[in-house]
């Protein structure tokens, strides 16, 4: 929870404001299950990625549009080639882009990430599901002025106070009934 947290209130600098897009990969998984109620809690419209498999849990946490991906087998990923994610958030969002991507994917949707970024949008880069994100040139933002950023919780906690906020919000958004846990058996 504390990870989904920073992902969707600091980790983007407030570069996403209320009513924009957020592409998030990965909803069916633990974090980003969070992450996509997170958002939809602080007033973002999200777009998720997830496998057939975890589609059934996707559909309960109010994303406004679902991008149902194949899956890679014995992956613990979406075949994220599977559908042309890029196209389909330009269509959702009506050619903008998403403001903010959350990717804790990693090296299978760093492209994609890059390519459904609205102008001056962040590309959030949280995890290496399929692998560490390759070194890119950072040319490759120009051409929307987008930036990119590599967080870890421990900046996002650095004291006691920022822990407490954290965890108060979570905590608060349980007992509000605003959260849901899925967990897979």
Avoid at 173 to 179: A, H, P
Wanted: proline fraction near 2%; charged fraction near 25%.
């Amino acid at each position: 929870g504390m990870t989904a947290h920073y992902l969707t209130s600091s980790a983007h600098a407030d570069l996403i404001k209320e009513g924009e897009w957020c592409l998030i990969h990965g909803v069916g998984g633990g974090t980003c299950q969070w992450a996509a109620q997170m958002a939809k809690i602080r007033g973002y419209k999200v777009i998720g990625t997830v496998s057939k498999g975890k589609a059934s849990v996707a559909e309960n946490l109010g994303c406004d549009e679902l991008i149902v991906l194949d899956e890679v087998p014995g992956a613990s990923y979406e075949d994220y080639e599977s559908v042309d994610i890029v196209a389909r958030v330009k269509q959702v969002t009506d050619g903008v882009g998403a403001k903010c991507v959350i990717d804790g994917i990693g090296k299978s949707t760093v492209d994609i990430s890059i390519d459904s970024l609205a102008r001056r949008g962040i590309f959030v880069s949280f995890g290496n599901a399929s692998g560490a994100v390759p070194a890119f040139p950072v040319l490759r933002l120009i051409g929307k002025s987008a930036y990119v950023t590599r967080p870890k919780l421990l900046d996002y906690t650095v004291d006691r106070e920022e822990l407490l906020w954290r965890s108060g919000e979570i905590f608060g958004w349980l007992q509000d009934g605003k959260l849901s846990v899925s967990v897979d058996t």
